[in-house]
């Protein structure tokens, strides 16, 4: 099992609408989740990071976190074309502070 | 403020070649780290600095990497002799001290190593 999980997509959403992106993980002692969003032939840049059970908003960005069920998602609200990239989910290990990445999801946004 | 610099940005080599790529961290960001990123997956931590001490490298394939951080600042990564597995991004990214628990990881534009 791969300690971070995401399903690769493509995720095709309406402009407009809301895209949802999940991710799972297996080390029930992360603490710290971190979202990136990665275009194509560039490198990965913070959207949010959340530590707290909860939801967790900045703009159109809402960051959920759940640790009783191992899970954290990120909603982009009234999504854009130039929200289509990648998006990367990665945990803080507490045992040994390694940030593990998962596989990531591709976004696209339809006009 | 300027960001996480990488050079070089694209590298050509044949297999059984040297290879080094040189990182410059934001300033004052005292945690470095070397990833590798093959297409479709995420990055991957091959070795994390704090200042000049190499804190985690068990994902450094010590055979044929390794990596350097002097004086706490910059850092070169090398492999030597490159195999034709090494063809990927090579990510630098550096944050502030990891012990405050919380904290931002800023990614520099990587190097895409092609070797043939």
């Known amino acids: 099992q791969k300690e971070v999980e995401q399903n690769s997509g493509p995720l095709s959403v309406p402009e407009g609408a809301i895209a949802s992106l999940n991710c799972t993980y297996s080390d029930r002692g992360s603490q710290s989740f971190f979202w990136y969003r990665q275009y194509s032939g560039k490198s990965p840049e913070l959207i949010m990071f959340i530590y707290s059970n909860g939801d967790k908003e900045d703009g159109r960005f809402t960051a959920q976190l759940n640790k009783a069920s191992q899970y954290v998602s990120l909603l982009i609200r009234d999504s854009q074309p130039s929200d289509s990239a990648t998006y990367l989910c990665a945990s803080l290990m507490n045992r040994d502070d390694k940030i593990i990445f998962g596989k990531g999801t591709r976004l696209h946004i339809l006009p | 403020e300027a960001g996480v610099v990488q050079s070089p940005r694209y590298k050509i080599i044949e297999k059984k070649q040297p290879v080094a790529f040189w990182c410059n961290p934001i300033s004052g960001h005292n945690t470095l780290y070397w990833y590798r990123q093959n297409l479709g997956q995420g990055p991957e931590l091959l070795i994390r600095?704090?200042?000049?001490?190499?804190?985690?490298d068990s994902q450094l394939p010590k055979d044929r990497f390794s990596a350097e951080r002097l004086k706490g600042v910059d850092s070169t990564l090398k492999i030597q002799p490159a195999e034709l597995g090494d063809s990927a991004v090579y990510l630098c990214?550096?944050?502030?001290?990891?012990?405050?628990?919380?904290?931002?990881?800023?990614f520099g534009p990587g190097t895409r190593l092609t070797v043939t």
């Open positions: 600095y704090e200042n000049e001490e190499a804190v985690d």
């Open positions: 990214a550096s944050s502030l001290d990891l012990r405050g628990g919380i904290y931002e990881q800023y």
